[in-house]
């Protein structure tokens, strides 16, 4: 990509991991009940994926790190590598190998932007530590991520972010022009989602965390396994929602592996 006067983008699939729908979905209908006591789980694919952005300015954007080469070790202690294991990834998919196909080291990044802190999307900020990259999450994100004791708590390993300088944001902020970061809490402490404005695609919002699916979206609304404040997803889900109506919205979902697939997908194609 080279510059002009357009913001470009392009998704990169991270790693894919496999794991139990019922986290992504609390869907009655796959649950067991008294007339089916025993139902399948669903064992699905999870896809990961960054974004990388080259502003018309000259700046350049990465929106969250992906899941790490290394999940299988870093995430035992967690057992989160038996719950989501990222089984499912090529060589070139982990995010290094990424950076190598865009042709940049992690410091000729400007900005990296952190939906939030979870080691699926934090995984490898630690690749930033003394870049010189300005590292921006959301301010209640980070208080709560350094709030307890010990190596990890939930989805969070402080090993992937207790090292790094992270500056916050405690509104919904531009960061540079048509890229905004929207205040989405709900999923955890302080998720953001990305809007970005684009001249030929029109908007776009990556929702990460807080919005796994399409079928999380609705309406209505489907609550997922992992959500720290529900009644704070469901208002962050609406306010997304008010959004997409106002600017006709392409909405890109966290971990669909069904819309990924649909995408133009980096970092050969992207979109302006
Ligand atoms: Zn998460």
């Known amino acids: 990509m080279t510059h002009g006067d357009k913001i470009k983008l392009s998704i990169l699939p991270t790693g894919t991991m496999h794991g139990d729908l019922t986290w992504l979905l ?66 070139e998919m982990w995010l290094d190998s990424r950076l190598r196909q865009l042709g940049l080291e992690p410091g000729e990044i400007n900005y990296l932007l952190l939906s939030h802190l979870h080691l699926d999307h934090a995984g490898n900020a630690r690749l930033w530590q003394g870049a010189g990259t300005k590292i921006i999450l959301d301010e209640a994100e980070k208080a709560g991520a350094l709030s307890f004791d010990g190596h990890s708590m939930g989805g969070y390993l402080r090993s992937d972010y207790d090292n790094l300088a992270l500056d916050t944001v405690n509104e919904d902020t531009e960061i540079l022009p048509g890229i905004t970061l929207l205040q989405v809490p709900g999923h955890t402490w302080g998720t953001l989602a990305l809007q970005v404005d684009l001249a030929d695609s029109g908007t776009m919002i990556f929702a990460s965390d807080s919005l796994y699916l399409k079928e999380s979206y609705g309406p209505p609304a489907i609550a997922a396994g992992i959500v720290y404040d529900s009644i704070a997803w469901f208002r962050s889900v609406e306010k997304i929602r008010a959004i997409q109506e106002k600017t006709n919205a392409t909405i890109v979902f966290g971990h669909s592996a069904d819309q990924l697939h649909q995408l133009r997908l980096g970092p050969h194609e992207y979109y302006t």
């Open 26 to 91: 609390i869907d009655p209908n796959r649950m067991a009940s008294r007339s089916q006591p025993i139902r399948t789980r669903d064992w699905v694919e999870i896809p990961t994926h960054v974004v990388y952005i080259e502003h018309p300015a000259g700046q350049k954007l990465m929106w969250d790190a992906g899941v790490p080469r290394d999940w299988a070790t870093r995430w035992a202690p967690t057992g989160f590598d038996e719950v989501f294991p990222v089984d499912a990834t090529t060589d």
